[in-house]
Nanobody
Framework: QVELVESGGGLVQAGGSLRLSCAAS????????MGWFRQAPGKEREFVAA????????DYADSVKGRFTISRDNAKNTVYLQMNSMKPEDTAVYYC?????????????????WGQGTQVTVSS
């Protein structure tokens, strides 16, 4: 009915780059806000970035600010996460989130739809 298809995960060396993609299909969402979250082994799922419909309003976790860039292509119903200067601590399963309801796009519980997750591993 609604599907978020993620791609782009993989293995990268520290200092390298990866770009994650999340294509949304199916029903329309209650809000155009899209987000990225990640979960490392033994840790809680944490906010990474969020973006408004136009792409002009973005929000980033302090840990990725200046290194990661969230963007979207509405014609393709796709949101991206460009990850540069990657660090080993960026290693996690990354999840695309949609169907946001609320006023805090950095809160996972405000999203109604999630992708399956894609593994990102950073090593040297």
């Amino acid at each position: 009915q609604v599907e978020l298809v993620e791609s782009g995960g993989g293995l990268v060396q520290a200092g390298g780059s990866l770009r994650l993609s999340c294509a949304a299909s199916g029903r329309t969402f209650r809000s155009p806000v899209m987000g990225w979250f990640r979960q490392a082994p033994g840790k809680e799922r944490e906010f990474v970035a969020a973006i408004s419909r136009s792409g002009t309003s973005t929000d980033y976790a302090d840990s990725v600010k200046g290194r990661f860039t969230i963007s979207r292509d509405n014609a393709k119903n796709t949101v991206y996460l460009q990850m540069n200067s990657m660090k080993p601590e960026d290693t996690a399963v990354y999840y695309c989130a949609a169907d946001h309801v609320g006023r805090r796009p950095d809160r996972a519980y405000e999203y109604g739809d999630w992708g399956q997750g894609t593994q990102v591993t950073v090593s040297s």
